[in-house]
């Protein structure tokens, strides 16, 4: 057993006003791997770019195809939510 640390946030400020998404192959929980067999192929490497309003705390995502737009709600990250 080892020793915890829990270092609590007092702010967090966004760098940039955009964020990123991405999906690849053989990567994630949506895909197979050598040790996760799953019936569909492997996903295609695809990028995503959203317009984040510091404001609103929305997130403006643009599909790759079909020309839909939405607004999305963001919440900061900090790699653990518990």
């Not at 053989?26 to 990028?47: D, S």
């Not at 510091?54 to 939405?70: E, I, K, Q, Y």
């Amino acid at each position: 057993m080892g020793d915890t640390l829990a270092v609590p946030f007092i702010e967090i400020t966004l760098a940039r006003d955009w964020a990123a998404s991405t999906t690849g192959p053989l990567f994630g929980a949506l895909t197979a791997t050598h040790r996760t067999a799953l019936l569909n192929q492997p996903l295609p490497e695809i990028v995503w770019i959203g317009e984040l309003d510091r404001v609103d705390g929305t997130c403006l995502f643009r599909a790759r195809s079909g020309g839909f737009t939405g607004e999305l709600p963001w919440t900061r990250c900090t790699g653990w939510s518990g």
